[in-house]
């Protein structure tokens, strides 16, 4: 179980990339039906620690926390910055004892540095993929996706995309629910794709007007029942060509693929936190039957939803 998160700070950090961790970890959100972790920031040399933007930031513990958290988070700094020994010791025992270590961005090349990413795959942003390929040659650094999790190290690529890679831990601990609550607080999207064959492929954008806000948020609400173009289209007052032609400048997708993407969330999410049967998850997703569901699993997840469920379904709600 997902609890106690270390969350290292080293010279020359970037802030956007340490704020990330500490807005996904470090925030109590209990009140909302969400997780309260024991958040600490730690590092090898307590006092203020640089940042790349000029300003120094005051940590004042020490590493012990952070040699039995159940997760170690690395962010971005400067590639050339030399790597304290003390820092990747952590990070080696962290991988050594089974617990997720996570870097975000250029923070890869910390985790590279202590040795943790031979003969693994992982990311970084794209400025940095080839330079992080070449002095890390037993890497398989794939320049192309959001994030990339091998076994319990998870690396993510530029900014944004750390917070993709945080939710992911997040979700694959504690469940979807956790992850919308805290992603539904940062106004995020709940999950997008990491570029691994478990999660959806083609990420989709957020409405840009308030005015299809509301009707992707009836969309949601109405997911069990047979929305086409044209029932959306008289919904939304609007003819059904300049529905679609709005609502795909909008979102960046068509409205059949933008619910195809929400129900197989939805059916994730069912598959995670209820017993029900794979018919009636169907049904209440908008797929109808369980054998269209399953086509759409192994189409765009490429597993299906009993063995989704197997995978990911012991966080049954209580």
């Known amino acids: 179980m ?57 940590v004042h513990e020490g590493l012990e926390f952070a040699r039995t958290a159940d997760l170690v988070a690395v962010p971005a700094a400067l590639i050339d910055e030399p790597l304290d020994e003390r820092v990747a010791e952590v990070i080696r025992d962290a991988v050594a004892r089974g617990a997720w270590v ?56 530029g900014t944004a995309a750390g917070i993709d890679a945080a939710l992911h831990i997040v979700r694959s601990e504690l469940g979807a629910s956790a992850a919308n609550i805290i992603a539904r607080r940062m106004v995020v999207p709940p999950q997008r794709d990491g570029g691994q064959s478990q999660f959806i492929q083609t990420p989709v954008g957020e409405c840009a007007s308030d005015s299809f806000a509301t009707i992707t948020t009836w969309m949601l609400e109405h997911l069990d029942e047979d929305l ?22 909008e979102t960046g997708t068509t409205p059949n693929a933008w619910l ?5 969330l939805r059916a994730q999410q069912l598959l995670e936190e209820t017993d029900l049967n794979l018919e009636q998850i169907a049904r209440d997703t908008g797929f109808g039957a369980a054998a269209v569901m399953r086509h759409h699993f192994v189409k765009v997840l490429q597993t299906t939803p009993t063995a989704y469920r197997r995978l990911f379904g012991l966080r049954v709600a209580s």
């Open 2 to 58: 997902l609890h106690s998160i270390a969350c290292l700070a080293i010279p020359q950090m970037a802030p956007f990339e340490f704020g990330v961790i500490c807005e996904v970890f470090g925030i109590d959100r209990s009140e909302q039906g969400g997780p309260n972790f024991d958040f600490h920031v730690v590092t090898a040399e307590p006092g203020p620690i640089s940042t790349k933007l000029g300003f120094d930031i005051v």
């Open 102 to 157: 996570l870097s975000v961005c250029s923070g890869a090349f910390t985790l590279g540095r202590a040795g943790v990413l031979d003969g693994r795959r992982a990311t970084t942003h794209w400025m940095y993929t080839d330079r992080l390929a070449a002095e890390f040659p037993t890497t398989d650094v794939d320049p192309d996706v959001l994030f990339v999790q091998d076994d319990k190290v998870v690396t993510g690529a």
């Open 228 to 249: 086409t173009v044209d029932r959306l289209a008289r919904t939304a007052l609007m003819s059904p060509r300049t529905f679609a032609r709005r609502f795909r400048a």
């Open 260 to 264: 195809n993407r929400q129900r197989l």
